[in-house]
């Protein structure tokens, strides 16, 4: 199973194996249906959770891009470019189209449908500027994100654009920070939302997306595998190659982040 800081006691048994190849997305959602049903049914009073079949996982949909573009190679830094100018692009680009991506759901997402932040199993809690733990909706916490990265990255002292201008000594701090919250978002929208993806037929936009944000944040570490544990079998058929070798690759960077 995946990394369990934040989960949930429930349904871990609900998570079978992903369906295999070649059932049609109907069947694959009339056996959602079934399982929920089903578990609706269980004596012990538990709700499931909102999507128990990992259909982001389906062949057919993980083949989705919007490129063949090797990211890989995109993500590291030029030579004659500063890192932190490399990081504070990259990072404000992300927020832009991460933001983009989810408002595409975001009326699918309401306070009733995702009474809490959660990824599959695991659940976001936030927390405001006094580190008090804030009880919120996904809707609410995603808007808390957004609006605290738009703060950030348009704070001349944080992100600075003019020159002869310094980046903060927190600044890669600062960054590691926008990334976990953005891995959220993410995170959110492929366990809770990927039906609507699909229906949008964005699902090519969301991969392509995930994989570039997923191999940017490990070429400079800016991410703790544990944190990205949670969508682990979707980066290893997304990011392929550095997939399951990079979760390896990723823990034994010198310098990642233990906070959460
Ligand atoms: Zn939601």
Known sequence: ?????GALPTDRALHGPPPRSGLSFKMVLQAVGRTLRKSKAKPNGKKPAPEEK?????????????????????????????LNEWLAS???????????QYSTISEFCTGETCQTMAAGSTQYYWYDERGKKVKCTAPQYVDFVMSSVQKLVTDEDVFPTKYGREFPPSFEA???????????VLAHIYSSHFKETLA?????????????????VREFNL??????????DLTGLLC?????????????????????
């Open 1 to 5: 199973m995946f990394g369990d800081q």
């Open 200 to 216: 949008l037929e964005l699902q090519a936009h969301l991969n392509t997306l995930y994989a570039h944000f997923i191999l940017f």
């Open 240 to 260: 392929s190659g550095a997939g399951a070798a990079g979760t390896g690759a990723a823990a034994a960077a010198h310098n990642h982040v233990k906070e959460r």
């Open 90 to 100: 990259n990072t404000t680009t992300f927020f832009h189209h991460i933001n983009l």
């Open 174 to 184: 600062l960054v590691k920070k926008i990334c976990r919250y953005l891995f959220h």
């Open 54 to 82: 990992k259909i982001y996982l389906e062949p057919e949909h993980t083949k989705s891009r919007i490129t063949d573009f090797e990211f890989k190679e995109l993500v590291v830094l030029p030579r004659e470019i500063d």
């Open 223 to 232: 991410l703790d595998p544990k944190e990205t544990a949670v969508l682990d």
